[in-house]
């Protein structure tokens, strides 16, 4: 897939922007240990949507566009992410991304959601689903979930992965990672203007908190956390060449979820096929109201 990409990203993300700071603006709560920003839209019940590792809660405007017409849509950037405050430690595990998400939930008055994480946010959704405050969430959907490489067996490609990453935000800048690695996000039939706010949300990515996000990523593992109470749903993008569909299968097997695909979508498959997972996200949300399952 190759595209101008420079060329192409004002025109095509004008109106992206705009529907974002009409329709889904950015808000900071302060919170203990510092600023936490998330987007909301939308009432009725709660809908809580954790963004992966180069992304942010602007990914999920569509999405979140069509759910805010029947729910309460939350997402967060995650911290270190847009304006939130980073975590103190320079390399925190789920339990930390998940203390702050419970310190999100309690200000925000939410005390039962469904809990939606894509890419690298499956590992916090994970654990705080199967934290203390687990009945809180009536339902854990996962999209194109990233394991983590913290079990010991994977030792090997966690040092890579981690060398890879590092190594790559010192020697580029964000916005030249955002072109090299935005095309690996989408499927090889993607439109150029989703090409383009998949680049847009990369582009905006802050330092700090993406070296949290890899320590996140290398040390922990989304099936360490203990069995699931609630029912649990995996999707993965037919066309996923980040997390594949055999892995995200591998996984949902694990967790004893559901595990269907996207079509036509590779790994954002939020901002490559939005009406898509909109609809699978308010098919969740009313299976969580009746308790029944999938």
């Given at each position: ?5 420079d060329?192409?990203?004002?025109p ?10 009409l329709?889904f603006p ?11 920003a ?5 009432a ?6 954790l ?6 809660s ?7 566009q ?11 950037d ?5 304006d ?9 595990d789920a339990?930390d991304?998940?203390e702050?998400?419970l ?6 008055g ?11 946010g ?11 405050q ?11 979930p990233?394991q983590?490489?913290g ?6 490609q966690?040092?890579?992965?981690r060398?890879?990453?590092l ?7 964000i ?8 095309p690996?996000?989408l499927s ?9 706010w998949?680049?847009?949300n ?9 070296r ?9 593992d989304?099936?360490?956390?203990p069995?699931?109470?609630?029912p649990?749903e995996v999707?993965c ?6 997390t ?21 979508a590779?790994?954002?498959s939020?901002?490559?096929q ?13 299976e969580s ?5 999938l």
């Amino acid at each position: 897939m190759s595209y101008a990409i420079d060329n192409l990203v004002p025109p095509l993300t004008a109106d992206l922007q705009a529907q974002l700071a009409l329709n889904f603006p950015v808000r900071t709560l302060e919170i203990a240990g510092g600023r936490q920003a998330f987007r909301e839209c939308g009432a009725g019940p709660a809908i809580v949507l954790l963004h992966g590792i180069g992304s942010g809660s602007a990914s999920w405007l569509e999405v979140a566009q069509q759910l805010g017409q029947s729910a309460r849509v939350i997402a967060w950037d995650a911290p270190g992410y847009g304006d939130s405050t980073p975590l103190r430690s320079l390399a925190p595990d789920a339990s930390d991304y998940a203390e702050r998400l419970l310190q999100l939930l309690d200000a925000l008055g939410i005390q039962r959601c469904v809990l939606v994480g894509h890419s690298l946010g499956a590992i916090t959704a994970t654990a705080f689903a199967s934290g203390v405050q687990q009945q809180r969430i009536s339902r854990l959907v996962l999209i194109s979930p990233a394991q983590g490489y913290g079990h010991p067996s994977r030792a090997l490609q966690r040092q890579e992965v981690r060398n890879k990453r590092l190594r790559a935000l010192e020697q580029l800048s964000i916005k030249q990672m955002a072109e090299q690695r935005s095309p690996y996000m989408l499927s090889p039939a993607a439109s150029p203007k989703a090409l383009a706010w998949v680049r847009w949300n990369m582009a905006r990515l802050n330092p700090d908190g993406y070296r949290q996000a890899i320590e996140l990523l290398c040390s922990d593992d989304l099936l360490r956390h203990p069995p699931l109470s609630m029912p649990c749903e995996v999707h993965c993008g037919e066309a996923d060449g980040i997390t594949a569909p055999e892995s995200c299968l591998t996984l949902a097997k694990a967790l004893g979820a559901t595990f269907n695909l996207i079509a036509d979508a590779g790994h954002a498959s939020p901002i490559e096929q939005p009406y898509v997972v909109a609809g699978r996200l308010a098919f969740a949300i009313k299976e969580s109201l009746t308790g029944a399952s999938l």
